[in-house]
């Protein structure tokens, strides 16, 4: 595509303009033959300094900011370059880039998630109602990128402008029908996903997180809202949970701001939502309940293998997606009904072992208590099936928090853990480039209760919390989920929450098993 056919009267353009652009990125070691150049200004560095890099790699055009004070000499130093200045370079990627890839949101349903929690969950549960229906659909988030059943790996849940918009042409040409994409607050601010048309956007709720980039409950909520007041189309479709308050007032807002765009609220409370649910039931094998739609019409029963109340909240957000794109309520049920597994979300570690073990994505103050509140509340309704009258077993929690990241959560998450669990070992996450000890100080000052123990080495922590479990116990093991990797100082390092638990029942099983080989040698002699 031609650099001239990409601009706008808001940019100004020295030099040729009509250079082939063959791809676009803010990284310049990216940067190939014909590539656009665009000199972002980031956290911890300012894409300016990379210029020359990004012409040595073959960039055929540079986008700077406007009054850039080294324009003139660089144009001078590399004539045979173009040189766009835009006001916002950020907002000059996403531009750039939805031309170069053809406007692939146009071509395609694009259907965005954005909360604290819930996201991932959230999108596998529309991709699979989707392809239910027999469409094709893409996948953006968390755990991996999918083009229909093809998995790419996910270096950031959401990705900047330019991977995303590429991202969205390869689903255009790979005869995807949707895109289910999780959309994160750092996108939002950042303007990662700016000039995409989204048909669906969906709140799942907001707690406190990346509070050590937005500062503030007020600017994290401004930046989730810029995907219902900016990027979804006139008369898509907001999706929203109404049972949080971030939630009812973006509600309320769009009610006044954005009257031409439709709205399909849900809730666990309030029987005024467009949907709300109905007679819940929760074992370990999965949450049932049933629907209730406030315009009236025959309620859905619904069945998921998904755990909890957290799980309901995660499967109406979906099942509000579906009602937004007209799926029949046997697809959705259908859809619902065959996602199981979730890796990293409360998957269930079964080795045999008399004892549950649950490995949770849970990294938030919020996400921990449902995920405690979980397990209690399983815990007594298998006491009741099983006719013991109360709970017996005790919940022992394994967390830690990350390292350069919110540190405003962590006492509040020690405290949660203590309080909500029998016992708590509280031990490394990712602490990247800080000081483990430092963070685990800091969960320490918010634990009231004499009720834990500290095993910095999260291997041991969670040995130790598999050798302490007894029958009809439950073990939860938060903060990491799906991750395959533990980052210390700066680089990251093989480790997974769950095979760690298969290893650890693998050892007390054979030291069982090697205890009573003694004791039976030990009959046998005195024989």
């Not at 990346?210 to 189309?233: A, I, P, Q, W």
Request: include cysteine; proline fraction near 3%; hydrophobic fraction near 40%.
């Amino acid at each position: 595509m031609k650099l001239a056919e990409m601009l706008t009267d808001e940019y100004i353009l020295a030099g040729y303009g009509g250079r082939d652009i063959t791809g676009s990125t803010h990284d310049s070691r990216a940067v190939k033959n014909g590539y656009l150049f665009v000199a972002v200004k980031g956290e911890k560095t300012d894409g300016h300094a990379f210029i020359g890099d990004a012409i040595a790699r073959g960039a055929a055009a540079v986008i700077c900011e406007k009054g850039y004070p080294m324009l003139n000499e660089l144009a001078g130093k590399y004539p045979a370059v173009s040189w766009v200045e835009a006001a916002d370079c950020r907002e000059a990627l996403a531009a750039f880039s939805d031309s170069l890839y053809g406007r692939p949101s146009e071509k395609i349903g694009v259907i965005g998630i954005t909360g604290t929690n819930g996201k991932t969950t959230v999108s596998y549960l529309i991709k699979a109602m989707l392809e239910k229906t027999g469409k094709g659909a893409g996948l953006i988030g968390t755990i991996r990128y999918m083009i229909k059943d093809e998995c790419f790996e996910a270096p950031h849940t959401t990705p900047e402008a330019s991977d995303f918009q590429e991202l969205l042409s390869r689903m255009v040409a790979g005869k995807c029908d949707y895109v289910v994409t999780e959309v994160s607050s750092h996108a939002l601010a950042q303007k990662r996903v700016d000039h995409t048309r989204f048909r669906v956007a969906i709140f799942t709720n907001l707690t406190g997180d990346h509070l050590d980039y937005h500062c503030t409950m007020d600017n994290y909520y401004e930046s989730k809202t810029r995907l219902f007041t900016g990027l979804l189309v006139d008369r898509g479709t907001a999706v929203i949970n109404v049972d949080d308050p971030y939630g009812k007032n973006l509600s309320g807002m769009l009610a006044e701001q954005r009257p031409s765009v439709k709205q399909i609220t849900f809730s666990l409370q309030d029987r005024d939502a467009d949907v709300s649910v109905e007679d819940i039931k929760m074992t370990f094998r999965g949450t049932a309940f049933r629907l209730r739609m406030k315009a009236g019409g025959q309620g859905l029963d619904i069945f998921t293998p998904l755990v909890g109340q957290t799980a309901v909240y995660n499967v109406l957000s979906a099942v509000c997606s579906g009602i937004a794109l007209g799926l029949p309520g046997q697809v959705i049920r259908e859809g619902i009904e065959g996602v199981g597994l979730i890796k990293g979300r409360f998957e269930r570690v079964d080795c045999g072992q008399p004892f549950l073990a649950v490995v949770d994505y849970a990294h938030t103050h919020d996400a921990l208590e449902r995920l405690i509140e979980t397990a209690r509340k399983l815990m007594e309704a298998s006491a009741i099936n099983s006719k013991k009258g109360s709970a017996c077993g005790k919940i022992i929690t394994v967390f830690g928090c990350g390292g350069n990241r919110d540190r405003g959560k962590r006492p509040k998450m020690g405290r949660i853990a203590s309080d909500f669990s029998d016992f708590v070992i509280v031990t490394s996450d990712n602490p990247r480039r800080e000081d483990p000890s430092s963070i685990i100080r800091d969960i320490e000052s918010g634990i009231e209760k004499d009720n834990y123990v500290i095993i910095q080495d999260r291997r041991i922590a969670i040995r130790m919390a598999i050798m302490l479990a007894s029958p009809g116990d439950i073990v939860l093991v938060a903060g990491k989920g799906h991750e395959d990797y533990q980052e210390t100082d700066g680089e990251r390092h093989p480790f997974s929450d769950s095979a760690v638990i298969e290893e650890a029942i693998g050892e007390c099983r054979l030291v069982t098993e090697r205890v009573m080989a003694k004791k039976v040698m030990f009959r046998s002699a005195q024989c």
